[in-house]
């Protein structure tokens, strides 16, 4: 059984590992107990009591939200459960970057009716090892 909630702070290093499974980019705990602290939206998915999904974002207004990070484990993908996650979000618009090769993430989006609205070379930059650093600006209006 998939159980949807918003994670407690207990939950923070199991998310942290859950992100760190499905991401090259990735939180330090550090970084999420301070997210978490100031605000920001954990939303996550049990799983055998294992958090499988998480969606990490902030409400930027009462209108509009940002998600920073989703992702769901391998193995539990294709079961609409990152599309269950979206769907939480009660806000008019949402918006997030994603990685301009990332091929499946904007399917998964445009699915969900997030249409590109820019195109930004270069966002990752020169920190890492990324063959692509470019991005796209995606939004969603409900
Ligand atoms: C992107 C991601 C979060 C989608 O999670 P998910 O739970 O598998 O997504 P859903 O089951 O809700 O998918 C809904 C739709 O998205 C599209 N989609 C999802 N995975 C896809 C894939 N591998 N290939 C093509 N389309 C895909 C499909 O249209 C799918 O609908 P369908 O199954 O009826 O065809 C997941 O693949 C993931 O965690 N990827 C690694 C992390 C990542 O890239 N996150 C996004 C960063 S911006």
Same mark, same amino acid.
């Given at each position: 059984?998939?159980?949807?909630? =918003?994670?407690?702070?207990?939950?923070?290093?199991? =998310?942290?590992?859950?992100?760190?499974?499905?991401?090259?980019?990735?939180?330090?705990?550090?970084?999420?107990?301070?997210?978490?602290?100031?605000?920001? *939206?954990?939303? %996550? %998915? *049990?799983?055998?009591?294992?958090?499988?999904?998480?969606?990490?974002?902030? *409400?930027?207004?009462?209108?509009?939200?940002?998600?920073?990070?989703?992702?769901?484990?391998?193995?539990?993908?294709?079961?609409?459960?990152?599309?269950?996650?979206?769907?939480?979000?009660? &806000?008019?618009?949402? &918006?997030?970057?994603?990685?301009?090769?990332?091929? %499946?993430?904007?399917?998964?989006?445009?699915?969900?009716?997030?249409?590109? %609205?820019? /195109?930004?070379?270069?966002?990752?930059?020169?920190?890492?090892? /990324?063959?692509?650093?470019?991005?796209?600006?995606?939004?969603?209006?409900?």
């Amino acid at each position: 059984m998939f159980i949807i909630k =918003i994670a407690n702070i207990e939950d923070i290093p199991n =998310i942290q590992e859950c992100i760190k499974r499905n991401l090259p980019l990735y939180f330090s705990c550090l970084e999420l107990y301070h997210l978490y602290f100031t605000g920001s *939206k954990f939303i %996550i %998915i *049990k799983h055998d009591n294992k958090i499988i999904g998480v969606l990490l974002g902030d *409400k930027q207004n009462q209108d509009e939200f940002y998600i920073s990070s989703l992702s769901v484990d391998a193995e539990y993908r294709r079961l609409n459960l990152a599309t269950t996650m979206i769907n939480n979000l009660t &806000y008019k618009k949402i &918006y997030l970057h994603v990685k301009a090769d990332n091929q %499946i993430a904007i399917n998964f989006y445009k699915k969900n009716n997030f249409h590109a %609205i820019q /195109f930004i070379k270069d966002y990752y930059g020169y920190f890492n090892d /990324f063959k692509v650093r470019d991005a796209y600006l995606l939004e969603k209006i409900n």
